[in-house]
Nanobody, 117 residues
Framework: QEHLVESGGGLVEPGGSLRLSCAASDLTFIFYEMTWYRQTPGKERELVAVISPSGESTRYAESVKGRFTISRDNEKDTMYLQMDSLKLDDTAMYYC??????????WGLGTRVTVSS
């Protein structure tokens, strides 16, 4: 059973938008810092955005600042990534990660985002 399940990926034209979701189960979601990563073939997994357990603190990769917004709903045990002004270089598999900072780390299986005209 997967603790994290991503959804919302798909094919979008440059300049378009997508909203990714990461639904958590069987973990105390509010204890976990949540992160979006992305990876393309032949490259290392890249941190995209991080959100603190409370949601008060966020951090973004320079490449997505001003275009992507990370958020979470602790009532729904779900994290989101709103992606606007998408570029060709945003094409990747997007993964979510949960980390409670005391040894509990979980990854989802990913959702694919393709930006193409």
């Amino acid at each position: 059973q997967e603790h994290l399940v991503e959804s919302g990926g798909g094919l979008v034209e440059p300049g378009g938008s997508l909203r990714l979701s990461c639904a958590a189960s069987d973990l105390t979601f509010i204890f976990y810092e949540m992160t979006w990563y992305r990876q393309t073939p032949g490259k290392e997994r890249e941190l995209v955005a991080v959100i603190s357990p409370s949601g008060e603190s966020t951090r973004y990769a320079e490449s997505v600042k001003g275009r992507f917004t990370i958020s979470r709903d602790n009532e729904k045990d779900t994290m989101y990534l709103q992606m606007d002004s998408l570029k060709l270089d945003d094409t990747a598999m997007y993964y979510c990660r949960a980390d409670d900072k005391i040894g509990g780390v979980y990854w989802g299986l990913g959702t694919r985002v393709t930006v193409s005209s």
